[in-house]
Structures are given as C-alpha cells and as structure tokens.
C-alpha cells in the first residue's frame, strides 16, 4: 500500500513539473529614451522568452496609439537580450508624437512603454545681399541665427527664374552648421530674372530664408528684408512689421506687410502700405476673421521690382462663447421666498455684465 502510495506522488510530480515546464515565457521589451537632435529612438530586450523573435523595432504616430498598423521601422529578428536602437524618418518638425518599441514572435506583437516627445522647429534663417552681379554670375549666401536644437545638416543658395526657387532648383551646398556662409552663382542667362532664397535642413525638413529678386548684368537687386513676428493679436487685429535691411542700390518706394489665408501671400492679397525707405516698421493688419490661421510676409518695392520677407504664421483668437455658470442648490426654502444662487467658472473670453437667478413655475425659466 505505501509503495502504490510513494509511486502515485511521484507521478503526480512529473506530471506537475512537465505542465509548469511546456508554459511559455513571453519576451519583455521595454522603450528608451529618445534623442530629440537626430530623430533617435531607443530600446531594450529585456528577456527573449522562450520563444523565437521574428522582428522587432519602433512604432510611432501622432495620436496617441501606435501599433504596427502605423508608421514602422522594421529591424529584423534577434536572438539575444540587450538594447537597440533606430533613426526614426519621415518625423514633421514642431509636432508631438507617441512612440514605443515592439516585437513579434509567433503569437502576437508585444509593445514597450509609451513614450511622448515634441519635435524642434527648422533651423532661422535669412538670404544675405547680393553682389558681384555680373551677366553670368553673383555672390550671395546666407545667415543661419539658430537650429533650434537640431544640426543643420545641409546649407546653401537656391536661385530660378520663377518665384519660390527650392532645393529642386539649381542651388549650392556651402557646409553645414549656424553662422554665415557665401554662395557663388554660376552659369547665369545674361539679361534675366532670377529668385535666389538661401536653404537650410534638419532631419526634420529644410526651412527657406526670404527671397531675393535680381537681374544679372545690373548691379541693383530687390530689397533686402525680414518679417517681424506678429504680436498683439485679438479676434480682428495683430500687429506685425518688417525691417528694410537694404535697398538693393535702388530706393525702396513702398513697403508694409501682406496676409493671406493661404502660403505665400504678395501684394495682390490684403496689404497694409507703411511709407517708403530702408529700416524699422510696424504694420496692423486688420479685417482679420477670429479663430483663422494666416500666412503674413513684409514686402519692399524698388525699380528692380518687390522682395518679401521670411513667412510668419499666426492664429486669431476665439470669437468669444457663452460664459459657464453653476446653479447653486436651494436652501432655506419657505412658504414665499427660497435662497440659491450660482458660481461662473469661466467668462467665455469676454467679461460678464450681468448675473443672477431666474425662476419660474415651469421648467427651463430664462433671463428674457
């Protein structure tokens, strides 16, 4: 009988200790920090688990959700415990994004922690002044004040025959970093037009300085300016400006800012006239609808022809709503009178001139 007895218990042992054993082990992975300069993501094995990994890499959007069915890097299987890490493309600047790491093994992805991260803004720039024109030829070059926390990688002068010249056009490659640089453009049409604007680029996309306007065989070019940022801005008004840094050799006869609800804007859209000269002025751009994103960019007018600034942005405030108010519970209540009252949480951008309680015998009283 003790012998049945012993047998039974090391049986049921075996049979107890193989269940445990056939359970699988699911892999950990966990996401790292990520490095805002070059767009790099980070992450870790933590334990491969006991079963095969068939991929792993990072998994991003804007939403708040990533998963594999959003945008991926794909990094391939692993075999072994340790951390990884990415470039993570494609990433627009001045966004904010949700990130995480993930594997796959033959059952189901697995995700790391959620991370959150807001990209810089492009690199700021000007367009410097031309010279040296000649028929064929001209100096130009740039001025870079900031990369706003990521490397320009890339830097030079794009120049065309028709407006808004990029990196698509003929243009120069002048090194990489802030500060100034000089451009030489070459192979020139003589007698012709040309739009210059300096470029600079991030991993995050290139931002263009202010276009510059010139004929070649005539040393006097377009002015020379840059957009101030707009200030003061309401439901109907802001205020911005611009700075007339050079005539180009040819006196500037008109200048002010122009706006549009589209990119771009030149002096066929709305425009404020702000006197003549180079230096300092100040513009108000009014007739503005609230709550809408407008595009502004100064201009200067010469002989050669109009230059425009750098390209701001700037939204107009809320039209104002209805203020929010709680209705305090009644207390006190007699035959002929009761006492209540109410709490305003929030104006609704506009200051509130009367308050009170309304009452009635049937339900939903008004003021009027």
């Known amino acids: 009988m003790c012998k049945k007895f012993l047998w039974l218990v090391i049986l049921s042992g075996i049979i107890t200790f ?9 892999a950990v992975v966990t996401t790292g920090n990520f490095e805002l300069a070059m767009a790099i993501a ?10 095969e990994i068939d991929d792993h890499g990072f998994c991003w959007d804007s939403m708040g959700n990533p998963g594999l069915n959003t945008q991926t890097v794909h990094l391939g299987a692993i ?17 904010t994004y949700f990130l995480r790491a993930f594997i796959l093994d033959n059952t189901e992805p697995l995700y790391g922690n959620l991370i959150t991260f807001t990209t810089p803004d492009l690199p ?7 010279s040296g024109i000649t028929e064929n030829y001209a100096v130009c070059g740039g001025i870079i004040t ?10 030079g002068v794009c120049w065309g025959t028709s407006e808004h010249p990029d990196t698509s056009s003929t243009h120069t490659n002048d090194g990489t970093g802030t500060g100034s640089f000089s451009s030489v453009l070459s192979g020139l049409s003589a007698n012709t037009k040309y739009f210059v604007r300096a470029y600079a680029s991030s991993v995050y996309g290139i931002r263009y300085g202010n276009e510059v306007v010139f004929n070649t065989g005539q040393g006097a070019t377009t002015p020379l300016l840059s ?36 990119p771009y804007p030149t002096t066929a859209n709305n425009k404020t006239d702000d006197g003549t000269g180079s230096g300092i002025f100040t513009s108000t ?9 407008y595009y502004a960019r100064a201009y200067a007018i010469n002989d050669i022809g109009t230059s425009y600034g750098n390209e701001i942005t700037f939204t107009t405030l809320p039209a104002p709503g209805l203020p ?17 009252g109410g709490t305003v949480t929030a104006d609704g951008g506009s200051p509130v001139t009367v308050r009170g309680v309304c009452w009635n015998t049937s339900p939903n009283p008004s003021y009027r």
């Open 18 to 26: 193989s269940c445990k054993k056939d359970i699988p082990r699911r």
């Open 42 to 51: 980070h992450g870790t094995l933590v334990d491969k688990g006991n079963e």
């Open 285 to 293: 751009l009014s007739g503005l609808t609230a709550n809408t994103t």
């Open 124 to 130: 700021v720039l000007t367009t410097d002044t031309l």
């Open 146 to 155: 900031s990369d706003n926390g990521s490397p320009v990688l890339a830097r």
């Open 79 to 95: 075999s072994s415990t340790g951390n990884f890490q990415s470039a993570i493309p494609s990433l627009s600047s001045n966004k």
């Open 227 to 262: 957009t101030n940022p707009a200030s003061g801005i309401t439901q109907t008004v802001a205020i911005a400006g611009g700075n007339v840094v050079s005539d180009g050799g040819s006196a500037v006869t008109s200048r002010g800012v122009c706006w549009s609800a589209i």
């Open 324 to 340: 929010t108010v709680i209705t305090t519970s009644i207390t006190d209540i007699t035959q002929t009178s009761a006492t209540s």
